[in-house]
């Protein structure tokens, strides 16, 4: 199901917003960074959540500055990972370095929620300030995890919460409240977009492994590379002594060579089977909720996204 209405609508509102930052910088990297692609996920789950109410203004405008938030948040995820190529282009950290981009980054995130608090509903700018509290700790719990491979199931769960599912989790919650949805399916939108953000995640670490830079626009490996450990390694350690014993002997002055090796493990087992059986049981987990809902439209949206996420194992 393509939303090609809604998705112009959003695109025309991001437009706008961005014409409305005032430093010509970051007004102009912002365009840049929203030109080289990108899928319109949080946004569009601002608008199909708020089908569960009747859709308004607020609700597009909101989805143009959470694209906004998103944008901020990788550019952060740039700086701390050091990555040089995302969507197939330049990053920020690696054009202008650290400094401007984290200059970009607040400024963004900073624009996004004053045009949130322009609004006018508390819900969701506490609803927002919540998140970006919960994005900062994810950060943070990233950093202090960084070549740290004896972490278990339950932290990469913590981490991938904090910095993938809050914002898919709130673009739902937000389209809720925005289009006057009642408390209680507030609460089962925001648990909607919560275990798809999960799913979204865990199959994103599967790309990193799995494919290459032209089909990402992203080194492959380069979460392991970084020191960042995600759940394709951890089950494969769990599985195989021998690749735990390794994966555990590796520092931040290990050769490239060496990380490369551990991804060419992952990619040659039968783990990534396994991976996608979590991936899914977060989908289920959501399809849970989205049956217990009364709109239609929500259902049908959701689904459609779903299915296309849904792997059988």
């Known amino acids: 199901m393509i939303y090609i209405k809604e998705l112009k609508e959003i695109e025309g509102n991001i437009e706008i917003l961005i014409e409305s930052i005032r430093d010509e910088f970051t007004q102009k990297e912002t365009k840049r960074l929203i030109n080289s692609g990108g899928k319109r996920l949080r946004p569009l789950f601002l608008i199909l959540a708020a089908k569960a109410g009747t859709i308004n203004k607020k609700c597009y405008e909101a989805a143009a500055s959470l694209e906004l938030l998103h944008t901020s948040s990788l550019i952060h995820d740039d700086i701390i990972d050091h990555g040089e190529m995302r969507r197939g282009c330049e990053t920020t950290v690696s054009i202008y370095g650290k400094e401007k981009a984290i200059s970009v980054g607040g400024i963004l995130s900073l624009f996004a929620m004053d045009n949130i608090i322009s609004l006018g509903s508390e819900k969701a700018s506490g609803a927002m300030i919540?998140?970006?509290?919960?994005?900062?700790?994810?950060?943070?719990?990233?950093?202090?995890?960084?070549?740290?491979?004896?972490?278990?199931?339950?932290?990469?769960?913590?981490?991938?919460?904090?910095?993938?599912?809050?914002?898919?989790?709130?673009?739902?919650?937000?389209?809720?409240?925005?289009?006057?949805?009642?408390?209680?399916?507030?609460?089962?939108?925001?648990?909607?977009?919560?275990?798809?953000?999960?799913?979204?995640?865990?199959?994103?670490?599967?790309?990193?492994?799995?494919?290459?830079?032209?089909?990402?626009?992203?080194?492959?490996g380069q979460d392991i590379r970084g020191g960042i450990i995600t759940l394709p390694y951890l089950l494969l350690m769990e599985k195989d002594p021998c690749f735990k014993e390794k994966i555990l002997s590796m520092t931040e002055r290990s050769k490239k060579y060496e990380f490369d090796e551990l991804t060419d493990d992952v990619r040659r087992s039968s783990i990534l089977e396994e991976t996608y059986g979590v991936s899914n049981l977060f989908l289920d987990r959501a399809l849970k909720d989205l049956s217990t809902l009364d709109s239609l439209e929500v259902k049908e949206g959701f689904t459609s996204i779903i299915k296309k996420l849904y792997r059988k194992t």
């Not at 278990?152 to 981490?159: A, V």
């Not at 910095?163 to 209680?184: D, P, V």
């Open 130 to 220: 919540e998140t970006l509290e919960t994005l900062c700790l994810g950060e943070l719990k990233q950093l202090d995890e960084r070549y740290n491979f004896k972490i278990n199931y339950y932290d990469y769960i913590i981490r991938i919460s904090r910095k993938t599912a809050s914002l898919f989790a709130l673009s739902c919650t937000m389209g809720g409240i925005l289009s006057g949805a009642s408390q209680e399916i507030i609460e089962k939108l925001h648990n909607i977009g919560f275990n798809i953000g999960c799913s979204f995640q865990i199959l994103d670490d599967i790309l990193d492994i799995t494919s290459s830079e032209k089909e990402t626009g992203k080194v492959c």
